[in-house]
């Protein structure tokens, strides 16, 4: 998978609210540095220095370095970070809102208005603000793009906002970051930021129902059908991510695995094998069954 940089790190500031805190976080550096360069400087003094009495008496330095100096340098950081968190999730016109449930453990993605329903990728475009919604019907998640934006937590009966731009183009890793049960590492996402009109291109792609494809019949006979949903077939279940147009997505499970034919089938295969807790069971299918589903499965584009 092609990823924005050679890993998600919360210095890249490719958002506008990590952008802010980046900012932040080099000032507090900046400042750390320079007070443990005072400190080891008199350290170093004190020792090379013959004994004697100071010119600068005892409370002159405790006035100086134990009043005066932390007053200013935390009052520094006050501001800067007091500023920068005012700007942070703020509502802008022209929001393009996006619905995400964390599930165990995958991620749910709606865009409302629209009908369309994926999971564990979603595409937004580059310079519009974004509204993204947080719910969970289980436990407590935490959705985190380090590069993007802070972490906000996803809790049970209470809705939570994330609100920031993307400024660079490219694909995001995101994870969740609130210790979730078994498979909590293996529940990552993926942020693909591209232009408005190749969002445009990929949105309107996803709107249509599924493809009218060979194996079809098998899928929907199948106990898949019970768990997942392929818009404008007769499989409607919930219980596990919508598998519309699960070919147009680059990983599989929580971005566990590469979508390929050959790690579809493996999944299908023993789902355990490849995340271990995950709550879709191994269906026992003849080979012929299997072929059909993973044939019909890479054809949903
Ligand atoms: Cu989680």
């Known amino acids: 998978m092609l990823l924005a940089a050679a890993g998600p790190s919360i210095l890249h500031g490719d958002g506008s ?31 090379v220095r013959r004994p004697g009495p100071s010119s600068l008496g005892d409370d002159w330095w405790i006035a100086a370095g134990g009043v005066a100096l932390p007053v200013v340098v935390l009052l ?18 022209d929001e393009l809102r996006v619905e995400v449930v964390g599930r165990r453990w995958w991620w749910d993605v709606r865009y409302p208005g629209t009908g369309v329903v994926t999971a564990n990728e979603i595409h937004v475009p580059v310079g519009r603000p974004l509204d993204i919604g947080l719910d969970s019907d289980n436990v407590t998640h935490s959705f985190w793009l380090p590069d993007l934006a802070g972490k906000v937590d996803l809790i049970p009966g209470q809705h939570n906002d994330l609100r920031f731009t993307v400024r ?24 693909v930021a591209e232009s408005p009109a190749r969002f445009e291109t990929w949105l309107a792609g996803q709107r249509a129902g599924a493809l009218d494809a060979t194996g079809r019949t ?30 147009s997505r680059q990983t599989l499970a929580g971005d566990t695995v590469d979508n ?10 023993d789902p355990q094998s490849l995340k271990r807790g995950a709550l879709m069971p191994a269906v026992p299918l003849s080979r012929a069954q299997l072929d059909a589903i993973v044939a019909y499965l890479r054809g949903l584009r």
């Not at 404008?232 to 598998?243: R, Y």
């Not at 390929?260 to 295969?269: G, K, N, S, V």
């Open 17 to 47: 609210e990590s952008h802010r805190l980046v900012g932040v976080w080099w000032l507090l550096l900046g400042l750390a540095v320079v007070v443990v360069i005072v400190v080891v400087g008199l350290v170093v003094v004190a020792l």
């Open 76 to 93: 520094v950081v006050a501001v800067a970070t007091v500023d920068a968190t005012a700007h942070l999730r703020i509502r802008k016109p």
């Open 168 to 191: 660079q183009a490219g694909v995001y890793q995101g994870l969740c970051a609130e210790y979730c049960g078994l498979e909590h590492a293996k529940m990552h996402f993926l942020l």
């Open 218 to 247: 098998v899928f929907e006979q199948s106990a898949c059908a019970g768990c997942h949903t392929v818009r404008g077939t007769e499989a409607v279940g919930t219980k596990g991510p919508d598998l519309t147009h699960l070919a």
């Open 260 to 269: 390929t034919a050959a790690e579809l089938r493996a999944w299908i295969t």
